[in-house]
């Protein structure tokens, strides 16, 4: 039986602060080896996670050819001080879930031989009543900023501040991001005993879009955190001799308030 590594289906934890780390959590299979499988889980580990180098793997018997495995990712803050002033980054890509009811093109469409298979404009799980759509997985960047401020900066006003651009888009470009694309999820803070403050500000980022067109509707610009839905209704599709719902509007949305990111000091 050869050796078999699964990470585990709910499995990963993370914290921030001057020494960040992340764990992740696996099953080794087919060995009765503890070394082979250490190696077997060292092989099989990413060695980055969230931005975080791989520091330490270890495994424990937990049943009859069955370990328990724990992937660690971690800067040791002792090997690696930073000082007042001074600042660390980290960025992970992954998937976001967005619901859609358009499809970006129609690849192919079907019917029985001698009729034709309506034309819902890119429309996506049409029914009698409604447009179901799928739910999809979208790019989104993710990155966080830990920076070390001096005392005097961190008032009372300043984290006033901080909470009140929690949730908001950048107004105007930040950090390479234009306006609109760049959202801040918040910030972590605690004061180290030489006085200075560490603060983890994160943030999440998607592009903007111009010029989609959704059915016949084209010439549509869309920022990063701003929400599209299409409204639909009935209409004659003559050459398939049905009634279909087609786009016939599309409305973009601001859910998020946008916010001046230059009051973050960073």
């Not at 830990?146 to 888009?169: I, W």
């Not at 605690?190 to 059915?215: H, V, Y």
Request: with cysteine; net charge negative.
């Amino acid at each position: 039986m050869s050796t078999e590594v699964q990470e585990r289906g709910i499995s990963r934890t993370s914290n921030s602060g001057r020494s960040p780390s992340t764990e992740r959590l696996y099953w080794v299979r087919g060995t009765s080896d503890d070394l082979e499988a250490l190696a077997a889980l060292e092989a099989e580990a990413p060695a980055f996670h969230g931005g975080l180098p791989l520091h330490q793997v270890r495994v424990e018997e937990a049943g009859p050819d069955l370990y328990d495995g724990t992937v660690i990712y971690q800067i040791d803050s002792s090997t690696d001080p930073l000082g007042t002033g001074e600042s660390n980054f980290t960025f992970e890509t992954g998937g976001g879930n967005e619901h859609i009811t358009q499809s970006l093109a129609t690849i192919s469409s079907h019917a029985p031989p001698g009729k034709t298979a309506p034309d819902f404009k890119g429309a996506i799980g049409v029914t009698a009543d409604s447009v179901e759509g799928v739910d999809i997985v979208v790019p989104v960047y993710q990155f966080t900023e830990t920076h070390y401020l001096d005392d005097s900066l961190v008032t009372p006003t300043y984290k006033g501040t901080l909470f009140a651009l929690t949730g908001r888009v950048n107004n105007a470009a930040f950090k390479g991001f234009n306006a609109g694309e760049c959202l801040f999820l918040g910030v972590s803070g605690s004061k180290r005993g030489q006085g200075d403050w560490e603060l983890t500000f994160r943030f999440a980022s998607r592009p903007n879009r111009t010029s989609l067109s959704i059915g016949d509707i084209t010439g549509i610009d869309k920022k990063g955190w701003e929400y599209l839905w299409v409204r639909y209704a009935e209409a004659e599709d003559a050459g398939a001799g049905a009634i279909v719902k087609r786009p016939i509007a599309v409305y973009v949305e601001r859910v998020y308030e946008s916010g001046d990111f230059t009051a973050l000091g960073i």
